[in-house]
């Protein structure tokens, strides 16, 4: 708790997200709306996350997402106060940036509309139970020190990381959580309007569990589940069904070593394609689980206080 509440985004966190880029650089796009993604809408933002950005152009405007990164970068380049723009031609490509002078780190994509719709979807899940905002913190900064949480280097996404977490928490015998999508299915339509989206997930109260573990039950429950219980070649880790469903043959997953499937049809640990890398991330999960089991002490996984001093430098 302590060191969710020292790494937790502040509301001065995010004001600066919402308002030092979307208000300087896109307020010439009359036809384009910016909207705010990621950690820092979706409640599971530390201190240091970056600020993830999708700008949707209205039809008339659509392009080839790189075209119009690449157009950005050059008026980017001109701009005193951006630092280093740098295009990045992911699957979902984007234009990366900082702000002069700061560690502030921005990721804009162009017209990635999913990623709007499954940050509302993760923020209704991030506030269904008080636990569930802490447990996932400490374990992206678990997943962080372990070396086992960026996509760009084949490891496991925080977005991955967050779906796995939920995941666990959904297929206990006394679930924490249920699944949000088959509760609420009006909700989180793919087909509702994008304004109506962060209103949607406002509507959803809070899920009243039966299970009463405390936070560093389901911590070592969590590492002991990717451990030992989870199949990997056989399953799919699925929060939409808030279970693991048997691999089929579609090609979305054949020959992948991690598998998970939240809203959109698709593999989002496709970034773990090699299988040292995955050989890595399964590694730390046993290892974390067997030191944690042993010494029931955080400390043993992931240096607490050295983490808090990080976090509580940032301004
Ligand atoms: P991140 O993996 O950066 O997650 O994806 P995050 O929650 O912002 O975590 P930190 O705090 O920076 O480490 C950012 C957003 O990109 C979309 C999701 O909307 C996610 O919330 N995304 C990411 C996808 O839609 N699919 C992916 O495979 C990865
Ligand atoms: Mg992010």
Not at 189 to 209: A, Q, W
């Amino acid at each position: 708790v302590e060191l969710f509440e020292a790494c937790q985004q502040q509301s001065s966190d995010l004001t600066r997200r919402k308002f030092t880029y979307a208000n300087q650089l896109f307020v010439s796009l009359s036809d384009a709306r910016l909207y705010l993604t990621g950690s820092s809408m979706n409640g599971l933002g530390c201190r240091s996350s970056d600020a993830d950005m999708c700008l949707v152009m209205s039809r008339n405007r659509r392009g080839d997402a790189i075209h119009i990164l690449s157009t950005l970068q050059r008026l980017f380049r001109s701009l005193s106060y951006v630092d280093n723009p740098q295009l990045i031609r992911a699957k979902v490509p984007i234009l990366r940036f900082r702000e002069k002078g700061s560690d502030l780190e921005f990721d804009l994509n162009i017209n990635n509309t999913v990623g709007i719709r499954n940050t509302f979807l993760l923020r209704s899940y991030a506030y269904a139970d008080l636990r569930i905002r802490p447990i996932i913190l400490v374990i992206k900064k678990w997943a962080r020190h372990s070396q086992i949480n960026d996509a760009s280097k084949g490891t496991l996404s925080s977005y991955t990381l967050v779906l796995m977490v939920l995941h666990y928490l959904q297929t206990l015998n006394e679930p924490v959580l249920p699944s949000l999508q088959k509760d609420y299915p009006e909700c989180f339509s793919p087909f509702m309007e994008l304004d109506l989206v962060p209103e949607g997930s406002k509507h959803i109260p809070p899920y009243i569990s039966r299970n009463q573990s405390s936070l560093g039950d389901l911590l070592l429950g969590f590492l002991k589940y990717y451990a030992i219980d989870f199949r990997w070649d056989s399953h799919v880790i699925s929060v939409r069904e808030a279970r693991a469903l048997p691999k089929n043959n579609s090609h979305l997953w054949r020959n992948k070593y991690i598998c998970v499937e939240p809203f959109e049809n698709n593999n989002v640990a496709r970034a773990v394609h090699e299988k040292s890398k995955f050989e890595t991330i399964k590694f730390q999960f046993a290892e974390s689980y067997r030191k944690l089991e042993q010494k029931k002490d955080l400390d043993s996984i992931l240096p607490v206080r050295t983490v808090i001093n990080e976090e509580s430098s940032r301004r």
